[in-house]
């Protein structure tokens, strides 16, 4: 690809699937714009996700611009080289004007006029609008006086950097955190017959079918992936909340960690402190799982609702979850040493990095101030691909492509002179 171009009426910076399926609409539009990607187009999906991922989300809310799932599994689930060949087919099909390894390293007002300037690995460029699409998992995240205070000799890694089990050294493994990576890791160590230890959080979970669907088949249905954030009932905590866990593994199934705890992986609370190489939990263990049962089954019954509600003939609900493990009282610490922990797996989520955009972004809470991706502080500026920035599918494959196509006519609004 030839050099970037020293002006531009339109740069996008992170060609992830945000980036992307901006491009995709500003192509379509005959707007003329760069990608620029610091690493490679959908770099995340090609290097920070393990060996044995799969999608999650089933295969029909695969749905990119122009670019829908088409194989012959709608409600099943990719696995990791799968997706690559999927967003491999989009990029082909696009052709975009992508300019890969090449960061954006600041962004600035370019004056009084409006517009930007984009400092670049590659020089600057001026464009007359920005759309920031890089994502919103910035830099991993662990408690650092905890991380700190693991042993020396003990490999350390985020999630983002886990890869299988054979890469961690022979030993027990201590996961932090039960999000959807946490659960799914610990899942994937537990199969290879690794002693784990798991550090629950509050992250809720789901069930995988519910009455001869997949789940998110009937939430679908239900209208719970077009609500949006303003309408949430939770409203923008919903953004900060954890995923429910759940797995598209072998052809998806619940993530049922008290079934794990029965099989012998050993549950603990949330991690406290690690001194002198020993680990100790807060007492939330118990409290921590009823409220992921509490969730999953309050889920279920919100479909048996809608099934009721609409008259709809299918299968006989299975009654609520009942426990088939029950934690043992107290939160007993964990000496590392005697456990055989030769490894430390954090998946404590991420924190955004705004630090290189250098025109008025974000709101008094650090949080990007947007209407719908629009930040009304910098005209001209754009944001796309963040969870819940407009439903809850706006960071994933379901619902990039309506953000995306809505920004799109933002832009063409704000590019007339008014
Ligand atoms: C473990 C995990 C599992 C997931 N599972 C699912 C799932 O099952 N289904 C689903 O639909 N979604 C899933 N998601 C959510 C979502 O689809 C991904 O996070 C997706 O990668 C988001 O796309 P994006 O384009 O918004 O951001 P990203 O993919 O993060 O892309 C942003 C890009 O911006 C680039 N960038 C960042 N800063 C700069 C800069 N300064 N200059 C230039 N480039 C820059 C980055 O290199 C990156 O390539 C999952 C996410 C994770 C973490």
């Given at each position: 690809m030839a050099s970037l171009p020293e002006r531009i009426p339109v740069a996008v910076v992170g060609g992830g699937q945000a980036g992307l399926s901006m491009s995709w609409n500003l192509t379509r539009l005959g707007i003329e714009h760069v990608v620029i990607e610091r690493s490679r187009a959908f770099g995340a999906w090609h290097h920070e996700r393990w060996d044995a991922f799969t999608l999650v989300t089933p295969n029909f809310q695969c749905r990119l611009p122009g670019h829908p799932y088409e194989g012959d599994e709608p409600e099943g689930f990719m696995v990791k080289a799968d997706i690559l060949a999927y967003l491999d087919g989009f990029l082909r099909e696009l052709a975009p004007p992508l300019f890969e390894g090449v960061a954006v390293t600041r962004l600035v007002s370019a004056g009084s006029d409006g517009g930007f300037v984009l400092e670049t690995t590659a020089g600057v460029v001026s464009a007359e609008q920005v759309v920031l699409a890089v994502g919103g998992y910035h830099t991993p995240w662990a408690p650092p006086k905890v991380d700190a205070a693991i042993p020396e000799g003990i490999l350390k890694l985020h999630s983002n950097a886990y890869r299988n089990p054979g890469a961690l050294p022979p030993g027990a493994v201590l996961v932090v955190g039960t999000g959807q990576s946490g659960a799914q890791i610990a899942e994937d160590l537990h199969l290879a017959g690794r002693d784990v230890h798991l550090c629950l959080g509050d992250a809720p979970r789901c069930a995988r079918r519910y009455r001869g669907r997949d789940v998110v088949a009937w939430l679908e249905d239900m209208g719970h992936y077009d609500l949006p954030i303003e309408e949430h009932p939770e409203g923008d905590d919903a953004r900060r909340e954890a995923n429910h866990y759940v797995t598209g593994r072998e052809g998806g199934r619940d993530l049922d960690l008290r079934s794990f705890a029965a099989d012998g992986m050993s549950l603990h609370g949330l991690l406290m402190a690690i001194e002198d190489g020993v680990a100790t939990f807060a007492e939330d263990l118990c409290e921590n799982l009823d409220a992921a049962d509490a969730t999953y089954n309050r889920i279920n019954a919100g479909i048996d609702r809608w099934i009721e509600e609409h008259g709809i003939v299918t299968a006989e609900g299975p009654s609520a979850y009942e426990p088939v493990w029950q934690p043992p009282p107290g939160p007993a610490p964990l000496d590392l040493a005697a456990a055989g922990v030769t490894s430390v797996v954090w998946c404590t989520g991420f924190r955004p990095d705004?630090?290189?955009?250098?025109?008025p972004l974000l709101d008094e809470t650090g949080y990007p101030d947007h209407d719908r991706g629009v930040v009304a502080r910098t005209p001209g500026l754009f944001i796309l691909g963040l969870p819940w920035l407009h439903t809850w599918g706006s960071g994933r494959f379901a619902g990039v492509a309506r953000d995306a196509e809505h920004l799109a006519g933002q832009m063409v609004v704000a590019a007339v002179p008014g």
């Amino acid at each position: 690809m030839a050099s970037l171009p020293e002006r531009i009426p339109v740069a996008v910076v992170g060609g992830g699937q945000a980036g992307l399926s901006m491009s995709w609409n500003l192509t379509r539009l005959g707007i003329e714009h760069v990608v620029i990607e610091r690493s490679r187009a959908f770099g995340a999906w090609h290097h920070e996700r393990w060996d044995a991922f799969t999608l999650v989300t089933p295969n029909f809310q695969c749905r990119l611009p122009g670019h829908p799932y088409e194989g012959d599994e709608p409600e099943g689930f990719m696995v990791k080289a799968d997706i690559l060949a999927y967003l491999d087919g989009f990029l082909r099909e696009l052709a975009p004007p992508l300019f890969e390894g090449v960061a954006v390293t600041r962004l600035v007002s370019a004056g009084s006029d409006g517009g930007f300037v984009l400092e670049t690995t590659a020089g600057v460029v001026s464009a007359e609008q920005v759309v920031l699409a890089v994502g919103g998992y910035h830099t991993p995240w662990a408690p650092p006086k905890v991380d700190a205070a693991i042993p020396e000799g003990i490999l350390k890694l985020h999630s983002n950097a886990y890869r299988n089990p054979g890469a961690l050294p022979p030993g027990a493994v201590l996961v932090v955190g039960t999000g959807q990576s946490g659960a799914q890791i610990a899942e994937d160590l537990h199969l290879a017959g690794r002693d784990v230890h798991l550090c629950l959080g509050d992250a809720p979970r789901c069930a995988r079918r519910y009455r001869g669907r997949d789940v998110v088949a009937w939430l679908e249905d239900m209208g719970h992936y077009d609500l949006p954030i303003e309408e949430h009932p939770e409203g923008d905590d919903a953004r900060r909340e954890a995923n429910h866990y759940v797995t598209g593994r072998e052809g998806g199934r619940d993530l049922d960690l008290r079934s794990f705890a029965a099989d012998g992986m050993s549950l603990h609370g949330l991690l406290m402190a690690i001194e002198d190489g020993v680990a100790t939990f807060a007492e939330d263990l118990c409290e921590n799982l009823d409220a992921a049962d509490a969730t999953y089954n309050r889920i279920n019954a919100g479909i048996d609702r809608w099934i009721e509600e609409h008259g709809i003939v299918t299968a006989e609900g299975p009654s609520a979850y009942e426990p088939v493990w029950q934690p043992p009282p107290g939160p007993a610490p964990l000496d590392l040493a005697a456990a055989g922990v030769t490894s430390v797996v954090w998946c404590t989520g991420f924190r955004p990095d705004w630090s290189w955009v250098d025109v008025p972004l974000l709101d008094e809470t650090g949080y990007p101030d947007h209407d719908r991706g629009v930040v009304a502080r910098t005209p001209g500026l754009f944001i796309l691909g963040l969870p819940w920035l407009h439903t809850w599918g706006s960071g994933r494959f379901a619902g990039v492509a309506r953000d995306a196509e809505h920004l799109a006519g933002q832009m063409v609004v704000a590019a007339v002179p008014g």
